[in-house]
């Protein structure tokens, strides 16, 4: 079997940083992947880690520990834009989503 | 910049009609994908394509076939539609193999069946 967990819900501070823990368990796996999904729109490409690590674009990081099968998305100096759900996704032949976690952001 | 479009943005069908939603991309992506979103259950797959004519089932196919005639088009059929397919649908189109970790998704298309 195949799935991934995260929290169904998160809530930060506008200028903070947080943090989105997924949690998997796969077979035949490449990377991790984050999506994004503003209400009313379609999911978008955010990061890959294929390696163990951290990787950077801009204000959002991503980690990956397979050893863990564990991986986080960071995202920093949190703008009310960033309101969103958020999506980790194991990639494989097929890219399998988790639930999702959805970002509240508080002025 | 790649484009993925959905024949519909809306729709609303009656239970037990034939249903077609329509995916088209312009990258010449080789894999193409078919998911449904409803709150708190996230994206699931239905079913998805490698290429022209080849399909796999995802995790939910009950109820749906697919068809993948055009490399670019990737159809969603309902044979006979159900009020428990009110959803969101989704399309997407990537590279295979390790380059293609991004997926590129199509707008949706909300399906209401009465």
């Known amino acids: 079997g195949q799935s991934l967990e995260q929290p169904s819900e998160v809530t930060a501070v506008e200028g903070a940083i947080v943090q989105i823990n997924c949690t998997y368990q796969?077979?035949?796996?490449?990377?991790l992947s984050w999506y994004q999904q503003h209400d009313g729109g379609a999911p978008t490409f955010l990061s890959y880690?294929?390696?163990?690590g951290l990787e950077e674009t801009g204000r959002f990081s991503s980690f990956l520990s397979r050893s863990d099968s564990y991986g986080y998305l960071l995202l920093q100096e949190l703008q009310m834009k960033d309101s969103a759900s958020y999506f980790c996704?194991?990639?494989?032949?097929?890219?399998?989503f988790g639930k999702g976690t959805r970002l509240h952001i508080l002025p | 910049d790649v484009k993925v479009t959905q024949s519909s943005r809306y729709l609303v069908k009656r239970t037990g009609e034939k249903v077609f939603l329509e995916c088209v991309q312009d990258?010449?992506?080789?894999?193409m994908f078919w998911y449904r979103q409803d709150p708190g259950l996230g994206l699931r797959l239905i079913y998805f394509?490698?290429?022209?004519?080849?399909?796999e089932k995802g995790d939910i196919p009950e109820g749906y076939s697919v068809s993948r005639e055009k490399k670019e088009r990737f159809s969603l059929i309902l044979e006979s539609a159900s009020t428990n397919q009110t959803s969101m649908y989704l399309c997407?189109?990537?590279?295979?193999?390790?380059?293609?970790?991004?997926?590129?998704f199509g707008p949706g298309t909300r399906l209401t069946v009465t």
């Open positions: 796969t077979s035949g796996f490449y990377g």
């Open positions: 880690n294929a390696l163990d």
């Open positions: 996704a194991a990639t494989r032949d097929k890219i399998i």
């Open positions: 394509s490698y290429d022209v004519k080849m399909k």
């Open positions: 990258m010449d992506h080789e894999n």
């Open positions: 997407a189109s990537r590279t295979p193999g390790l380059a293609g970790n991004e997926q590129y």
